[in-house]
């Protein structure tokens, strides 16, 4: 993800977890509060580990390919070989 984009994301996410925090404490008996706050901090968590995580599925080792790339795009595979791959 690019840079910038993520860090406006954890800016945003941190701004929402703070009116999360000041809800809960404006209305304690209300389970919505809670479900806001509760999001926001798995959001921050798939944020601030989103390449470990990435890492995890990322294809990698594809033996023997031909890589077919309609329309210019760009495309990014490591170690591409022994495989059959058309993007379009």
Not at 62 to 83: A, G, H, Q, R, W
Request: glycine content about 2%; overall charge positive; hydrophobic content about 50%.
């Amino acid at each position: 993800m690019n840079k910038t984009l993520k860090t406006i994301l954890i800016i945003i996410n941190i701004l929402i977890l703070f009116v999360a925090s000041y809800w809960i404490y404006t209305k304690k008996n209300d389970p919505e509060p809670i479900a806001v706050f509760l999001a926001q901090i798995a959001t921050l968590f798939m944020l601030f580990f989103e390449n470990s995580i990435t890492r995890k599925f990322e294809a990698g080792n594809l033996l023997d390919s031909e890589l077919d790339v309609e329309n210019k795009d760009e495309v990014k595979m490591k170690d591409i070989t022994k495989s059959k791959v058309k993007v379009k």
